[in-house]
């Protein structure tokens, strides 16, 4: 059980650590007008206008009460699960010869 636990949180701060997506940056070639360029390296800024992305429709009052029942029956097995586990626990507690 230990390993399992330990093994999903190995996963887990795998995914974390290799982030998110990365940010895009545009090398700027002039310097503008008044401004030194410095040592001549080239400097890295965010673009100010992202491009729009997808435009997401309202959710309509059938997929909320979907999403409601998938949250529901989600924390029943839950429980059911936790019920399992702490049964076999006290199962092998109460198991002669351990």
Not at 14 to 30: D, E, T, W, Y
Not at 32 to 43: F, K, L, T
Not at 91 to 97: H, L
Request: net charge positive; charged share 15%; hydrophobic share 45%.
């Amino acid at each position: 059980m230990r390993v399992l636990i330990a093994g999903v949180l190995v996963v887990l701060v795998g995914v974390l650590a290799c982030g998110g997506p990365a940010q895009a940056a545009v090398p700027i070639a002039a310097a503008e007008p008044g401004v030194a360029m410095g040592s001549g390296a080239p400097v890295l800024v965010q673009d100010p206008s992202p491009e729009p992305g997808p435009q997401l429709d309202p959710q309509t009052e059938a997929d909320s009460r979907k999403t409601k029942n998938k949250l529901i029956v989600g924390g029943a097995a839950l429980v059911l699960l936790l019920i399992v586990i702490w049964g076999r626990k006290q199962r092998n507690k109460n198991r002669p010869g351990k």
